[in-house]
């Protein structure tokens, strides 16, 4: 008997792709499974979710002014959700940020690593075009574990926004253009990056959305992270070289590097929301609001 892991038939439901191993009998059970856990994990979400203006808690390090017309999924339930796209999930997620308005078609989810102090010293003299020759090259290795894996592989196809850094509020912000190899499509998923660092690692939002609105939802995106406040002794100018740890690593190598690992994730998880997430609404019971469609193509 085969078994099938939970992202395998996750990714049947996702993105309908042909399965690698034989077709077994328990398998249309399986992912009519995955799909219910899907669902559920949907419910649970949308009952959790917390309507702004209100003050959100990023584990132990920041907190985060949610304005109105967003909501706010806690961590618990958004990793159930993203549990359900490939039985991994990211456990770096704190929580997924979504508009109430039905007309939106975006999310942001919301994460915090823990890497140590990251030097920004490189940002001075960074050059985009060799990070993202860089990306690239870190994208098609990736390529290697979704080949094996049965996930679609990657193209990255340029800069959406050229990686730029505040070193004022010590904030970064880059997106990169990218789609399944062979796709056709235009209007590609685009994951817009947000980053404010601290003394021991990074929060960070993802914005997932697509090329035609992305320049839009630029704004929005900085509203949210100039909304984050660090902590009393958790701020990148609170680090003290004789006690904290550095990370391996500066920004450059954030983008270029480190991010290539994630992008096949958060591509996926815009693939899913995309097919499912758009049938859903909720009324938030403490403010009556709508919770509008999550993720919507057109």
């Given at each position: 008997?085969?078994?099938?892991?939970?992202w395998?038939?996750?990714r049947?439901l996702v993105?309908?792709l042909?399965?690698?191993?034989?077709?077994q009998?328990?398998?249309?059970d399986?992912?009519?499974?995955?799909?219910?856990?899907?669902?559920a994990?949907?419910?649970a979400?949308m009952?959790?979710?917390v309507?702004g203006?209100?003050?959100?808690t990023i584990?132990?390090?920041a907190?985060?002014?949610?304005?109105e017309?967003m909501?706010f999924i806690p961590?618990?339930?958004t990793?159930?959700?993203?549990?359900?796209?490939d039985?991994?999930?990211?456990s770096?997620?704190?929580g997924?940020?979504?508009?109430?308005?039905?007309?939106e078609?975006?999310?942001?989810l919301?994460?915090?690593?823990?890497?140590?102090?990251i030097?920004?010293?490189?940002?001075?003299?960074w050059?985009?075009d060799?990070?993202?020759?860089?990306?690239?090259?870190?994208?098609?290795?990736?390529?290697?574990?979704?080949r094996?894996?049965?996930?679609?592989?990657l193209?990255v196809?340029?800069w959406?926004?050229?990686p730029?850094?505040d070193?004022?509020q010590h904030?970064?912000?880059?997106?990169?253009?990218a789609r399944?190899?062979?796709?056709?499509?235009s209007?590609?998923t685009i994951?817009?990056k947000?980053?404010?660092?601290g003394?021991?690692g990074y929060?960070g939002?993802?914005?997932i959305?697509?090329?035609?609105?992305?320049?839009r939802?630029?704004?929005?995106?900085?509203?949210?992270i100039?909304g984050?406040?660090?902590?009393d002794?958790k701020?990148?100018?609170?680090?003290?070289?004789?006690t904290?740890?550095?990370?391996?690593?500066?920004?450059?190598?954030?983008?270029?590097?480190v991010?290539?690992?994630?992008?096949?994730?958060?591509?996926?998880?815009?693939?899913?929301?995309?097919?499912?997430?758009?049938?859903?609404f909720?009324?938030?019971a403490?403010?009556?609001?709508?919770?509008?469609k999550?993720f919507?193509r057109?």
């Amino acid at each position: 008997m085969i078994i099938r892991t939970g992202w395998q038939r996750t990714r049947c439901l996702v993105l309908g792709l042909a399965l690698t191993l034989p077709v077994q009998a328990e398998e249309p059970d399986a992912m009519a499974a995955a799909q219910a856990e899907y669902e559920a994990a949907n419910i649970a979400a949308m009952q959790a979710a917390v309507a702004g203006p209100t003050d959100i808690t990023i584990n132990d390090q920041a907190h985060l002014q949610l304005p109105e017309g967003m909501a706010f999924i806690p961590k618990q339930q958004t990793q159930r959700l993203l549990q359900a796209i490939d039985g991994q999930g990211d456990s770096a997620v704190e929580g997924t940020i979504i508009p109430q308005s039905e007309d939106e078609n975006w999310m942001l989810l919301v994460s915090y690593e823990k890497t140590g102090f990251i030097r920004d010293d490189d940002a001075k003299e960074w050059d985009p075009d060799g990070m993202l020759d860089s990306l690239k090259e870190g994208t098609e290795a990736a390529n290697e574990e979704r080949r094996q894996r049965g996930i679609p592989e990657l193209e990255v196809l340029g800069w959406a926004e050229v990686p730029a850094y505040d070193s004022a509020q010590h904030q970064l912000r880059w997106s990169a253009s990218a789609r399944q190899k062979g796709s056709v499509d235009s209007n590609y998923t685009i994951n817009y990056k947000t980053l404010a660092l601290g003394r021991e690692g990074y929060i960070g939002m993802n914005l997932i959305t697509d090329m035609e609105n992305v320049d839009r939802l630029k704004p929005l995106a900085s509203q949210l992270i100039n909304g984050i406040a660090y902590n009393d002794g958790k701020h990148y100018s609170d680090f003290s070289e004789e006690t904290d740890q550095v990370a391996e690593y500066g920004l450059a190598a954030l983008v270029a590097g480190v991010a290539a690992k994630k992008l096949g994730f958060f591509a996926l998880a815009a693939a899913f929301f995309a097919k499912f997430a758009k049938v859903i609404f909720i009324a938030v019971a403490a403010g009556g609001a709508t919770l509008g469609k999550l993720f919507r193509r057109k």
